[in-house]
């Protein structure tokens, strides 16, 4: 099985993957309507899915996560579908179910990735029309994988923007949309109400659509177009709210009402009043759809079960290294609160790169550091060191690549230091593979 997954993999591969380009034409390269077309050319029956479709800026995939965990809790069996991996792109699709009071993440099996893109393969060689990017094809093989599976419900995370997306040919239970911030603004537009449009794209006919706090601009926009789809709306800080938040070393408690719905004391182990807001977020969603009593306890459960890999995670104590996903603005102050709160004594040595379409000095301007390491990762997304070096203008140690940077960072470490990596997904990857056994 080990040679046919490896084959497997190495066909997925040969498809386009604009996840390795930062510069490319949103309206040319995402097209639905190609997807509607090879989804049925392919016969995945995707209309059979209960989904909870999710776009937004930041924190799309913490909310996926605790969305998966809070319907698993309920007994459900749950397709969970986000983006992009750390290792393997099977960690994009993963059923997650409670057993024995515990719930558990199951990736896609190498067997069952392999069986699903060699029933493609045979069409897709014959397909006179154009062929699937990979990031289409990865979506048809989380909802074959989720109808084989016969899950309950399906959980599916945006990939870029929403409108244009290839997971927007599902018709959602409901439509969340997370935090907007600026991000992909060559791609999505240089508004907050342009970029606003683009992810609220997801909203259907009638289906109700749950949103996170916004900026009156994004908020507006969304309103609008909830209204024109008559779809009902509800918006965290008026119609649900998290209050009486308070934070710890360890853990977050807050308390959660939506209408009559109330549940206190909740518990999560996410560091961060963002993810409080996700949190929030997530209850506010399965609430529009799951009208149940005495779920209180079973929420509170499977809410202090979640783990967020990568979101201000420690992979290191000794020497203490935190890694971090964030690669915008708002994530960048989401991390920059974060070291205010947990960690307001140490000196920070920052090990960054980005991405060559991002805006490094509006993200480093909202972290407070001592020392700073610029490196770059292996990707093909990512900035040149010295081009990053020389449009920063900051004092800053240069360094090829991530080993480098860490060797130099553990050198300056103390035991009033903090080592910090942040500024890509790709490069947390990177960091991850370095401290984490796989």
């Known amino acids: 099985m080990a040679k046919d997954y490896q084959q497997a993999l190495q066909y997925l591969n040969s498809f386009l993957n604009l996840e390795k380009k930062a510069f490319f034409s949103y309206k040319e390269s995402l097209k639905l309507s190609r997807v509607y077309k090879?989804?049925?050319?392919?016969?995945?029956?995707?209309?059979?899915?209960?989904?909870?479709?999710?776009?937004?800026?930041?924190?799309?995939?913490?909310?996926?996560?605790?969305?998966?965990?809070?319907?698993?809790?309920l007994g459900y069996?749950?397709?969970?579908?986000?983006?992009?991996?750390?290792?393997?792109?099977?960690?994009?699709?993963?059923?997650?179910?409670?057993?024995?009071?515990?719930?558990?993440?199951?990736?896609?099996?190498?067997?069952?990735?392999?069986?699903?893109?060699?029933?493609?393969?045979?069409?897709?060689?014959?397909y006179d029309k154009e062929r699937p990017t990979y990031f289409e094809l990865i979506t048809f093989i989380g909802l074959e994988y989720f109808l084989n599976k016969k899950v309950d419900y399906a959980v599916v995370e945006v990939g870029l923007g929403g409108r244009l997306d290839s997971t927007n040919i599902i018709n959602p239970l409901t439509s969340v949309i997370t935090h907007i911030g600026y991000d992909h603004v060559d791609l999505l537009g240089n508004s907050l109400a342009e970029i606003a449009a683009e992810k609220a794209g997801i909203i259907k006919?009638?289906?109700p659509v749950v949103s996170s706090y916004q900026r009156h601009l994004a908020a507006k926009t969304i309103k609008k177009i909830a209204k024109k789809n008559k779809s009902s709306f509800f918006i965290l800080g008026k119609d649900f709210q998290t209050t009486n938040i308070r934070m710890n070393k360890n853990y977050t408690s807050f308390d959660f009402e939506f209408g009559e719905n109330k549940i206190k004391?909740?518990?999560?182990?996410?560091?961060g009043s963002y993810q409080v807001e996700?949190?929030?977020l997530a209850l506010a969603s399965v609430a529009?759809?799951?009208?149940?009593?005495?779920?209180?306890?079973?929420?509170?459960?499977a809410l202090s079960q979640c783990r967020l890999t990568g979101r201000f995670e420690v992979v290191s104590k000794k020497p203490l290294v935190v890694v971090d996903v964030a690669h915008n603005q708002s994530s960048a102050r989401?991390?920059?609160?974060?070291?205010?709160?947990?960690?307001?004594?140490?000196?920070?040595?920052?090990?960054?790169?980005?991405?060559?379409?991002?805006?490094?000095?509006?993200?480093?301007?909202?972290?407070?550091?001592?020392?700073?390491?610029?490196?770059?990762?292996?990707?093909?997304?990512?900035?040149?060191?010295?081009?990053?070096?020389?449009?920063?203008?900051?004092?800053?140690?240069?360094?090829?690549?991530?080993?480098?940077?860490?060797?130099?960072?553990?050198?300056?470490?103390?035991?009033?230091?903090?080592?910090?990596?942040?500024?890509?997904?790709?490069?947390?990857?990177?960091?991850?593979?370095e401290y984490v056994r796989i």
Request: hydrophobic letters at 45%.
């Open 334 to 433: 989401a991390v920059s609160d974060n070291l205010k709160r947990y960690y307001l004594k140490k000196k920070i040595i920052l090990v960054f790169s980005c991405s060559s379409d991002k805006k490094p000095n509006q993200m480093l301007s909202l972290i407070n550091y001592d020392v700073l390491i610029l490196t770059q990762f292996n990707h093909p997304r990512s900035f040149d060191v010295f081009q990053l070096k020389k449009i920063l203008k900051r004092k800053a140690v240069v360094t090829e690549n991530l080993k480098d940077a860490l060797k130099i960072a553990k050198d300056l470490y103390t035991k009033q230091s903090l080592i910090l990596i942040c500024g890509s997904f790709f490069l947390a990857a990177e960091a991850k593979k």
């Open 265 to 271: 004391k909740i518990k999560i182990y996410a560091k």
């Open 278 to 280: 996700n949190a929030g």
């Open 288 to 301: 529009a759809i799951k009208k149940e009593n005495k779920t209180a306890a079973l929420f509170k459960k």
């Open 205 to 207: 006919e009638k289906i």
């Open 77 to 126: 069996k749950v397709g969970l579908f986000t983006s992009p991996h750390f290792f393997s792109f099977r960690e994009r699709i993963k059923i997650v179910k409670v057993r024995e009071g515990k719930a558990e993440e199951k990736l896609i099996s190498e067997k069952s990735a392999t069986e699903i893109i060699e029933k493609f393969k045979d069409p897709l060689a014959v």
């Open 38 to 73: 090879l989804a049925e050319y392919l016969n995945i029956f995707y209309k059979d899915l209960k989904a909870i479709h999710i776009a937004g800026t930041k924190g799309k995939g913490s909310t996926a996560h605790f969305i998966a965990y809070l319907l698993a809790s």
